[in-house]
Each structure stands twice: as C-alpha cells, then as structure tokens.
C-alpha cells in the first residue's frame, strides 16, 4: 500500500522557518517525480514545486509565489521529501501536501498519491 | 502561466443525477490534464489523467473528455458518496496549475 505521511507543519511567526517532510512507502520512491501542493483554508489547490528523479538530475520547478524562499530536496536513501520554507509570510498559511507522480519519470505524469497533509500557520 | 477555468463553481444535484464539469484552458494543453476529487479534510484524489483515463479503483460513471482547451468531467449517475469538490489541473507546461474547484452538493 502506498503510504505519503507529512511532519513538520505548526505555528510560526512571519519571516521565520520551517522544513516539512514527507516520508514515502509502498512504492518505489527513487524512480517518482514528487510535488508540493498546498491549500489556504477554505481555498482550492496550489501547485508549490517539483523535484524530479536522479536520472534527471533532481532537478527543480517553483510556483513563482515560493521561488526564492522555498527549498525542496529528497534523500531516496530514506524514501523522504523535504520542503524548507524560509522567510515565510502570512498568506503561506495553508495545509501542505506531498504528492507523487503517478508514473516513473513521467514528465506528464497526474499526481497519483497523496499524503494526509500538514498544517502551516504563520502568524504573530 | 495557463489558467484554467472550471464551471459551474457550484452544482446542487440529486442522487442519480447526471453532472457535468467543464474545464477550459487559457491554451492549449492537448490531453495532459488530470482531475480530483476531494472531500472536506481530505487530500486530493485522483479520477482521470490523460483528460480520459479512468484512474485504477475509481468506478466506471466517471469519465473525461476533450483536448486542446476544453475538457468534460461527466458523473453519468451521482451517488451520495460523489458529493465533494472537483478539481481539474493541467500537467502541460510549468507553472502546473489547478482550476478553481467544483462543489457538488446534495439537493
């Protein structure tokens, strides 16, 4: 069974940090592209950010709203993905999901598992 | 960035009802787009990818149409447990974008 179990959301002043993980199972992790997407309360859904698998180099794709204070990374040695998430604004306040690309490598891949999702609120 | 404009943003319908959700691109996508549902507390989960492929697990009155700039999520007959928000999304080109949701509501 494919299992995406988020950690790290909570409460955090304006211009601070925070670094959410996603930990993967039942699934062969290294081979997927994986995304960030997040959603503000009561609003829909917002695409944060790629990172593709080593053969392509795990490269990197941001929304324009995060480019520049958000980082994403994975370590397929522990079948995680990272989000950091720096200078961190109010209207970053949302639920953050990690999603897998449903098929290996697939550049035009849906988004084919999703974790449970974890909560940011930034506020003072 | 490609925008996608989903209608109606809201659907009241009645078990049994047939219920139709359109998808327009600002350009075209040819067939990468995906759709979602997603009920209150819950992620997102996948229908149809490809604008037309039924996801493994998801039951047959679903379906998807269309290419290019303009797409069809069709429930042939709703069930009570098809009452949430729809979403579409395309995969063509970065930024990846949703459009803005469909809720479905009981009658």
């Known amino acids: 069974e494919v299992q995406l179990v988020e950690s790290g959301g909570g409460l955090v002043q304006p211009g601070g940090s925070l670094r959410l993980s996603c930990a993967a199972s039942?699934?062969?992790?290294?081979?997927?592209?994986m995304d960030w997407v997040r959603q503000a309360p009561g609003e829909g859904l917002e695409w944060v950010g790629r990172i593709r698998n080593k053969a392509n180099s795990y490269t990197t794709q941001y929304a324009a709203s995060v480019k520049g204070r958000f980082t994403i990374s994975r370590d397929d040695s522990k079948n995680s993905l990272y989000l950091q998430m720096d200078s961190l604004k109010t209207e970053d306040t949302a639920v953050y999901y990690c999603a897998g690309v449903l098929s290996p490598g697939a550049r035009y891949g849906p988004f084919g598992y999703w974790g449970q999702g974890t909560l940011v609120s930034v506020s003072s | 960035d490609i925008q996608l404009t989903q209608s109606p943003s809201f659907l009241s319908a009645s078990v049994g009802d047939r219920a139709t959700i359109t998808c327009r691109a600002s350009?075209?996508?040819?067939?990468?787009l995906a759709w979602y549902q997603q009920k209150p507390g819950k992620a997102p989960q996948l229908l149809i990818y490809a604008a037309s492929t039924l996801q493994s697990g998801v039951p047959s009155r679903f379906s998807g149409s269309g290419s290019g700039t303009e797409f069809t999520l069709t429930i042939s007959s709703l069930q009570p447990e098809d009452f949430a928000t729809y979403y579409c999304q395309q995969i063509n080109s970065y930024p990846l974008t949703f459009g803005g949701g469909t809720k479905v509501e009981i009658k």
């Open positions: 350009q075209d996508i040819s067939s990468n």
């Open positions: 039942g699934f062969t992790f290294s081979d997927h592209y």
